[in-house]
């Protein structure tokens, strides 16, 4: 009989079937859509994990070799969780040996690692888990305060749009239920139960939305692919990315599948629940919804209304007061969606503004190409002369850094930076105090000779290869921000010499010092602002290394090669040198890096461009469901709300009036989230330029006004159209009829 009755009913109400279907296409749509590029986001992540770390969750540094690392591998074999267990070749030793492991059950991974540990008698230095790799999987080390939680972050965030679906579609089940609550009252008059009525509501909300769930899953998977492959078009001159292939699983679409039909279920179960606990009686006329009541207090937006509007302000808040729970998902959706989208585009016009300010605009005339040969020592080196033969080479510098300290006599100070109270006063923490003055970290940087006599003429200097330079200049923090610093002498102008000393202030010798100086090599280097940098030439280095008066290395060494062009130069021309100057390293058997300074700044800029397309389109898509919600309200309660006209109208108001206070609800739920967002944002902002010490000037030269515009025309138009549509529908009826009605409430 239920089946009869559901088929019938259907039959009948086209309209509330269109609805239901819509709802649930979207749904399905939206969670696919989420879930398929939360996937294949997670999936590319694996694989560059897997590609650039390796496939091992744990790696043990083993002190033993031969019959003992033989035993030692025997005794991890022996662990239950334990799948693989691989010596690693290349990080092994003469002395020590690197076995790497892979687990059955990664949630055990730690928990077997502790007692591999203690059967091994390790120390937790030489056990090492790939927390990296782990967590994508949500396995995190216990003992890790802050875990990585890029995987919960994006499960957050499909839950709290799961969420969101729910709200929208128990706002359009509600709509068509609440059309055919006078056949329920019928029901109920006759002996049908609460339970038989949510049954029946349940299956025709399963029969309806069973082909659209199915449809607006393959459409939202479909939607994904294309997303990747615009992502992979935007991308594809990112240099070392690997293009992303849309994959599914068998369990995600199953998931996603699941997760809509559980969706539809629980926001069709919410209203019919509460729809079949009215009384018949109430049912039989067709009682207008609860939540339609105006509220008893009056709004502070009803207040505002009525002394800007009168009468008519007064109803259009009643109105939006009454439907203040069928409107709080657009009311939040729009918010929020807003507040994203005008704080993301602030922050990245922010964060543009200061990388150009303190990178690509402070280095531009400091270098065009730049290579990077990592485990080469400077002395090695032999390609310095062919480098500054290259086509379009103007200057050439090769150098490399090391780490070392001073032995800093406390009166060697500068009388500037005595008068402002010393190293400790301006360094804080960072100031050192040894044997009565201190030990400042002193950052080596060794030029090839030929460009630390050029750089000494530049300087002012002696031009010698017996002595270094001192960048004699310290960040007077007291005094300027780190925007626009001010510097002091860092110690006396007379000073002829160092006392160089390692990381632990053991003396190393006197380094003479051909002069000091304010400026540093044009080079693309931060220096620390409380050291004292040293300049050296690659002769002076040597003849140190050959006494064996260097300090012990603190890095890896690394030789790095700086090339300027010509003024001006274009990125084709920076593309041409840096492939000059790989295929002269590639032919010399040098392995490294090499990087131009045009192409860094244009891949920086996609990079942003495409962060910003993300977020928007998660903006948009929280918009689009705030406005869905709208447009199932002005469209959906379309038999209610000619009741509520058709009152109005008897007391006298006119067509015209009645036609504003559609536009007066709409204006306010539409300039609502703009008028709180844009406060918001502009303090939002203002906290931002007072943390970076950026100039407002600046800002409000770029200030993204275009795109917030737009988006707010956007939400305007949609909402207009929304009650231009509604007006349309209610008022196009003739409610006098409704006067004639005596079930009229």
């Not at 379009?392 to 500037?416: H, I, N, R």
């Not at 006197?510 to 044009?522: A, H, K, Q, S, V």
């Not at 409000?700 to 795109?707: N, R, W």
């Given at each position: 009989m239920w089946k009869i009755f559901s088929r019938s009913d259907l039959a009948h109400t086209p309209a509330a079937v269109r609805t239901m279907a819509a709802a649930a296409l979207a749904a399905s749509f939206f969670l696919a859509l989420l879930c398929g590029l939360f996937y294949n986001a997670w999936a590319y992540e694996v694989d560059r994990i897997l590609r650039e770390e390796g496939s091992w969750q744990a790696r043990l540094t083993l002190p033993c070799t031969g019959a003992a690392l033989t035993e030692s591998l025997e005794t991890l074999e022996q662990f239950a969780q334990v799948d693989t267990v691989t010596l690693n070749g290349e990080l092994s030793g003469p002395e020590r040996s690197v076995v790497e492991l892979t687990f059955r059950d990664r949630a055990a991974v730690y928990e077997t690692l502790e007692a591999i540990r203690v059967r091994l008698d390790l120390t937790e230095g030489q056990v090492q888990a790939h927390d990296t790799l782990l967590s994508r999987y949500l396995v995190t080390d216990p003992r890790d305060p802050t875990p990585p939680l890029l995987l919960p972050f994006l499960l957050g965030v499909w839950g709290v749009m799961a969420l969101a679906l729910v709200l929208l579609l128990r706002n359009s089940f509600e709509i068509t239920m609440q059309a055919r609550l006078h056949r329920f009252g019928i029901l109920s008059s006759v002996g049908a139960t609460p339970r038989q009525l949510r049954l029946c509501l349940l299956q025709e909300a399963a029969a309806v939305t069973l082909v659209p769930l199915a449809a607006g899953t393959l459409l939202g998977f479909a939607a994904g692919w294309g997303v990747l492959a615009a992502v992979n078009r935007a991308a594809a001159d990112l240099p070392g990315r690997q293009p992303a292939v849309f994959r599914l699983h068998p369990l995600v679409v199953l998931g996603a599948l699941l997760s809509a039909l559980l969706t539809v279920l629980v926001s069709a179960w919410l209203p019919a629940r509460r729809l079949s606990r009215i009384p018949p009686l109430e049912a039989l006329r067709g009682a207008a919804r609860a939540d339609l009541?105006?509220?008893?207090?009056?709004?502070?937006?009803?207040?505002?209304?009525?002394?800007?509007?009168?009468?008519?302000?007064?109803?259009?808040?009643?109105?939006?007061s009454a439907r203040k729970k069928s409107l709080r998902i657009a009311r939040v959706s729009l918010l929020l969606s807003f507040l994203g989208f005008t704080a993301m585009l602030c922050f990245f016009t922010l964060s543009g503004i200061s990388t150009r300010l303190t990178y690509f605009e402070r280095y531009q005339d400091a270098w065009d190409?730049?290579?990077?040969?990592?485990?080469?020592?400077?002395?090695?080196?032999?390609?310095?002369?062919?480098?500054?033969?290259?086509?379009?080479?103007?200057?050439?510098?090769?150098?490399?850094?090391?780490?070392?300290?001073?032995?800093?006599?406390?009166?060697?100070?500068?009388?500037?930076?005595?008068?402002?109270?010393?190293?400790?006063?301006?360094?804080?923490?960072?100031?050192?105090?040894?044997?009565?003055?201190?030990?400042?970290?002193?950052?080596?940087?060794?030029?090839?000779?030929?460009?630390?006599?050029?750089?000494?003429?530049?300087?002012?200097?002696?031009?010698?290869?017996?002595?270094?330079?001192?960048?004699?200049?310290?960040?007077?923090?007291?005094?300027?921000?780190?925007?626009?610093?001010?510097?002091?002498?860092?110690?006396?102008?007379?000073?002829?010499?160092?006392?160089?000393?390692?990381?632990?202030?053991?003396?190393?010798?006197?380094?003479?010092?051909?002069?000091?100086?304010?400026?540093?090599?044009?080079?693309?280097?931060?220096?620390?602002?409380?050291?004292?940098?040293?300049?050296?030439?690659?002769?002076?280095?040597?003849?140190?290394?050959?006494?064996?008066?260097?300090?012990?290395?603190?890095?890896?060494?690394?030789?790095?090669?700086?090339?300027?062009?010509?003024?001006?130069?274009?990125?084709?021309?920076?593309?041409?040198?840096?492939?000059?100057?790989?295929?002269?390293?590639?032919?010399?058997?040098?392995?490294?890096?090499?990087?131009?300074?045009?192409?860094?700044?244009?891949?920086?800029?996609?990079?942003?461009?495409?962060?910003?397309?993300?977020?928007?389109?998660?903006?948009?898509?929280?918009?689009?469901?705030?406005?869905?919600?709208?447009?199932?309200?002005?469209?959906?309660?379309?038999?209610?709300?000619?009741?509520?006209?058709?009152?109005?109208?008897?007391?006298?108001?006119?067509?015209?009036?009645?036609?504003?206070?559609?536009?007066?609800?709409?204006?306010?739920?539409?300039?609502?989230?703009?008028?709180?967002?844009?406060?918001?944002?502009?303090?939002?902002?203002?906290l931002m330029l007072r943390a970076s010490y950026l100039d407002p000037a600046l800002f409000l030269a770029e200030a993204?006004?275009?795109?917030?515009?737009?988006?707010?025309?956007?939400?305007?138009?949609?909402?207009?159209?929304?009650?231009?549509?509604?007006?349309?529908?209610?008022?196009?009826?003739?409610?006098?009829?409704?006067?004639?009605?005596?079930?009229?409430?």
């Amino acid at each position: 009989m239920w089946k009869i009755f559901s088929r019938s009913d259907l039959a009948h109400t086209p309209a509330a079937v269109r609805t239901m279907a819509a709802a649930a296409l979207a749904a399905s749509f939206f969670l696919a859509l989420l879930c398929g590029l939360f996937y294949n986001a997670w999936a590319y992540e694996v694989d560059r994990i897997l590609r650039e770390e390796g496939s091992w969750q744990a790696r043990l540094t083993l002190p033993c070799t031969g019959a003992a690392l033989t035993e030692s591998l025997e005794t991890l074999e022996q662990f239950a969780q334990v799948d693989t267990v691989t010596l690693n070749g290349e990080l092994s030793g003469p002395e020590r040996s690197v076995v790497e492991l892979t687990f059955r059950d990664r949630a055990a991974v730690y928990e077997t690692l502790e007692a591999i540990r203690v059967r091994l008698d390790l120390t937790e230095g030489q056990v090492q888990a790939h927390d990296t790799l782990l967590s994508r999987y949500l396995v995190t080390d216990p003992r890790d305060p802050t875990p990585p939680l890029l995987l919960p972050f994006l499960l957050g965030v499909w839950g709290v749009m799961a969420l969101a679906l729910v709200l929208l579609l128990r706002n359009s089940f509600e709509i068509t239920m609440q059309a055919r609550l006078h056949r329920f009252g019928i029901l109920s008059s006759v002996g049908a139960t609460p339970r038989q009525l949510r049954l029946c509501l349940l299956q025709e909300a399963a029969a309806v939305t069973l082909v659209p769930l199915a449809a607006g899953t393959l459409l939202g998977f479909a939607a994904g692919w294309g997303v990747l492959a615009a992502v992979n078009r935007a991308a594809a001159d990112l240099p070392g990315r690997q293009p992303a292939v849309f994959r599914l699983h068998p369990l995600v679409v199953l998931g996603a599948l699941l997760s809509a039909l559980l969706t539809v279920l629980v926001s069709a179960w919410l209203p019919a629940r509460r729809l079949s606990r009215i009384p018949p009686l109430e049912a039989l006329r067709g009682a207008a919804r609860a939540d339609l009541v105006p509220h008893r207090q009056t709004s502070l937006t009803t207040r505002l209304l009525a002394a800007c509007f009168g009468i008519r302000g007064e109803l259009a808040g009643n109105a939006l007061s009454a439907r203040k729970k069928s409107l709080r998902i657009a009311r939040v959706s729009l918010l929020l969606s807003f507040l994203g989208f005008t704080a993301m585009l602030c922050f990245f016009t922010l964060s543009g503004i200061s990388t150009r300010l303190t990178y690509f605009e402070r280095y531009q005339d400091a270098w065009d190409v730049m290579a990077t040969l990592p485990d080469t020592e400077l002395g090695d080196f032999s390609l310095t002369d062919a480098l500054a033969a290259l086509p379009g080479v103007e200057d050439c510098t090769v150098y490399e850094k090391q780490q070392a300290a001073v032995l800093l006599p406390a009166d060697a100070q500068s009388p500037e930076l005595q008068a402002a109270g010393g190293l400790a006063a301006l360094a804080g923490s960072d100031a050192v105090p040894r044997q009565g003055g201190w030990l400042v970290e002193a950052p080596l940087v060794v030029l090839d000779d030929a460009s630390f006599l050029h750089f000494c003429e530049v300087a002012g200097l002696p031009a010698s290869l017996d002595g270094a330079v001192l960048l004699n200049r310290v960040w007077d923090s007291l005094h300027s921000n780190f925007r626009s610093r001010q510097y002091l002498p860092f110690v006396q102008s007379g000073t002829a010499s160092l006392t160089l000393a390692d990381a632990d202030g053991a003396p190393l010798g006197e380094l003479p010092l051909l002069g000091l100086t304010d400026t540093p090599p044009n080079l693309r280097e931060e220096y620390d602002q409380y050291a004292l940098v040293l300049f050296w030439p690659q002769s002076l280095w040597q003849a140190w290394g050959q006494e064996n008066r260097l300090p012990a290395p603190a890095r890896d060494p690394e030789v790095l090669v700086r090339l300027l062009g010509r003024e001006g130069i274009s990125q084709a021309e920076c593309e041409e040198l840096q492939a000059a100057v790989s295929a002269l390293l590639d032919g010399a058997g040098y392995a490294g890096t090499v990087e131009n300074r045009l192409t860094e700044r244009a891949t920086n800029d996609r990079m942003i461009q495409g962060a910003e397309g993300i977020l928007g389109a998660f903006c948009l898509l929280l918009a689009s469901i705030g406005l869905a919600n709208v447009f199932l309200n002005t469209l959906g309660f379309v038999g209610q709300r000619r009741r509520e006209f058709a009152r109005y109208l008897s007391l006298g108001m006119t067509p015209r009036e009645l036609r504003s206070l559609f536009w007066i609800e709409g204006s306010v739920l539409a300039l609502r989230p703009l008028v709180i967002t844009l406060p918001l944002t502009a303090g939002l902002v203002a906290l931002m330029l007072r943390a970076s010490y950026l100039d407002p000037a600046l800002f409000l030269a770029e200030a993204p006004v275009l795109p917030v515009v737009l988006f707010a025309l956007l939400i305007l138009v949609s909402i207009a159209l929304a009650y231009a549509l509604g007006a349309r529908k209610v008022l196009g009826a003739d409610l006098t009829e409704l006067l004639k009605d005596d079930s009229l409430p």
